[in-house]
């Protein structure tokens, strides 16, 4: 069964960094496509960032230039690496896939930035 389990979040100051891991299991990881979305309070979930199986990425203008996403495929593990962070980042994320015509996600990170 496909797991994906998020960690990393926290608060951190306008400014400031933080990275967030995405742990999969059940699955054939290396063949897989992975997402990072984020959901503020009383927003809609938005797509942050794409890395494809062969690497490739793509991000929201939102944040480009600032997050970084990366793939470790010895380690089963996407991340996303957040700096210059600023209050508008403060939400949920969650990581994505997408397997047999299934998208699977995993349970969220917070991530709270003070100004």
């Known amino acids: 069964q496909v797991q994906l389990v998020e960690s990393g979040g926290g608060l951190v100051q306008a400014g400031g960094s933080l990275r967030l891991s995405c742990a999969a299991s059940?699955?054939?990881?290396?063949?897989?496509?992975f997402t990072w979305h984020r959901q503020a309070p009383g927003l809609q979930r938005e797509l942050v960032a794409v890395i494809s199986s062969t690497g490739s990425t793509n991000y929201a203008d939102s944040v480009k230039g600032r997050f970084t996403i990366s793939r470790d495929n010895a380690k089963n593990t996407v991340f996303l690496q957040m700096n210059s962070l600023k209050p508008e980042d403060t939400a949920v994320y969650y990581c994505?896939?997408?397997?047999?015509?299934?998208?699977?996600w995993g349970q969220g990170t917070q991530v709270t930035v003070s100004s």
């Open positions: 994505k896939t997408i397997r047999g015509g299934r998208a699977y």
């Open positions: 059940g699955m054939s990881f290396n063949i897989n496509a």
